[in-house]
C-alpha cells in the first residue's frame, strides 16, 4: 500500500491499488502491538501518538488480539481526546483472534463481520481504512483443493462485504504467502469481488527471503504492497542486547521466552557480532544502527511503509529520523551491509536495488 507519510522527493514505490498519498515527512507508521495496554501507560501511549502526528505519522495500526483489545480501546480513546479529523488519519485493524470460542476466531464470514464490528467498538470509529486478515485461516476445510478454494471465495466475499457497507475501505493480508494472496486476488478477479491491496510482512537485516524472494512479482504484476513490521527485529537491532537481557525490555516479558532463548542461541550470538560491524557504518553515515536499519528497509522499492512499534517518545524520534538516513544508503553502502550481513537473496529480477 502506499502511506500517507513518505517523502515526496523520493522515488515511487510498489504500485498499490490503495491510492493514499506520501507526506513530506517519511514513510513511518505506528503501531500498538506489544506496547499499547501493555508495557507502557495510556499516558506514554498519547505522547508517542502525538509525537508521531506532529512530525507526519498519521497511519496507525493495531489489531483486535493486541493487549485483548485493550490497544484498540487505548488508541480509538486518544483520537478522540486530541479531536484529530478523522479524514487525517488512517487506521488499520487486523482480524484473526478475537477472543476464547471458536466462533470469535479465524477468518469465517461470521468472524470477519463480527469482529470489525468489535473493533470498530473499541476504536470508537464508523470505520477503518485497512482491514487485515492477520493469518491465513486454519479453520477452513482442507479436504482438497476444491474446499481450500470455498473456503478462499468466503473470505474474499466477507472482505467485500464490509468494504461495500463502509465498515473497511480496503482490506489486505498479513503472514500471508505470496501463492495465497495472488489466489485471493484471482478468487476476486473471478467473481467480481474486491482484492486485497497489501500484505503486513516481517521484515529486516535478518529476515530477508519473503520480501525480497517471494513478494516482487506481486509488487509488479498487481499491485500488492507491502507494509513491514519489524524493523528492529523485536529490538535485536537496537543492540540493547548487546550484554544480555535487560529489565523491562521485550524478551524480559514471560510471553516473549522465544525471544530471549533466539537471542542468546549460537545464531543470536553471530547476529549481534554482525550489528557490531554494522555499528561502523551507521558511523559512518553520522546515524545511529536503529536508524540504518530502518532506512535499510525503506530502500527497498517493494516496501511501501514501515510499522514502527515503540517503548517510549525518545526512542520514536530516533527512528523517525531514518528518514533523512534514507538518501545516505546508496549502492556502495548497501553492498557493505551485505557483505556483512551474507545473506542477500538471489533471484533473476532483483527488485531490491
Not at 48 to 59: D, P, R
Not at 101 to 116: C, M, V
Request: glycine content about 8%.
Amino acid at each position: 500500500m502506499r502511506t500517507v507519510t513518505s517523502c515526496t522527493k523520493l522515488k515511487k514505490r510498489a504500485k498499490c491499488s490503495l491510492s493514499l498519498h506520501r507526506s513530506h515527512q517519511g514513510f513511518s507508521l505506528l503501531g500498538t502491538w506489544v506496547t499499547f495496554g501493555g508495557q507502557i501507560s495510556d499516558e506514554v501511549a498519547e505522547q508517542l501518538m502525538t509525537i508521531a502526528y506532529e512530525n507526519g505519522v498519521n497511519l496507525f495500526d493495531t489489531a483486535e488480539v493486541y493487549s485483548a483489545g485493550k490497544a484498540e480501546i487505548i488508541l480509538g480513546n486518544i483520537i478522540k481526546k486530541k479531536c484529530w479529523r478523522r479524514s487525517s488519519l488512517v487506521i488499520t485493524t487486523k482480524l484473526y483472534w478475537g477472543g476464547k470460542a471458536e466462533t470469535e476466531r479465524g477468518l469465517s464470514r461470521k468472524h470477519i463481520i463480527e469482529g470489525l464490528k468489535g473493533s470498530l467498538q473499541r476504536l470508537q470509529l464508523e470505520y477503518v481504512d485497512v482491514v487485515f486478515a492477520n493469518r491465513p485461516d486454519s479453520n477452513t476445510p482442507m479436504e482438497g483443493i476444491f474446499e481450500e478454494f470455498k473456503s478462499l471465495i468466503k473470505i474474499v466475499r466477507a472482505m467485500t462485504h464490509i468494504i461495500n457497507h463502509g465498515m473497511s475501505m480496503y482490506w489486505g493480508t498479513s503472514r500471508w504467502s505470496a501463492m495465497e494472496i495472488m489466489e485471493a486476488y484471482s478468487v476476486a478477479r473471478q467473481f467480481n469481488l474486491i482484492p486485497p491491496v497489501c500484505e503486513q510482512a516481517e521484515y529486516h537485516l535478518f529476515q530477508r527471503d519473503k520480501v525480497e524472494m517471494q513478494l516482487p512479482e506481486l509488487y509488479h504484476k498487481i499491485g500488492v504492497g507491502v507494509v513491514s513490521w519489524s524493523p528492529l527485529a523485536c529490538g535485536i537491532i537496537t543492540g540493547k542486547y548487546d550484554n544480555g537481557i535487560p529489565e523491562s525490555s521485550r524478551a524480559s516479558l514471560k510471553s516473549y521466552q522465544w525471544l530471549k532463548e533466539k537471542i542468546l542461541s549460537e545464531d543470536g550470538r553471530k547476529q549481534q557480532a554482525k550489528l557490531k560491524e554494522l555499528t561502523h557504518i551507521a558511523e559512518r553515515l553520522s546515524c545511529t544502527l536503529p536508524q540504518l536499519a530502518i532506512a535499510w528497509c525503506l530502500r527497498n522499492e517493494g516496501v511501501s511503509s514501515v510499522l514502527l512499534g515503540t517503548s517510549n517518545p525518545a526512542q520514536l524520534t530516533e527512528n523517525l529520523g531514518a528518514i533523512q538516513v534514507l538518501p545516505k544508503i546508496t549502492a556502495n553502502v548497501a553492498s557493505d551491509i551485505d557483505k556483512i550481513l551474507g545473506n542477500r537473496p538471489h533471484s533473476k529480477k532483483d527488485y531490491h536495488h
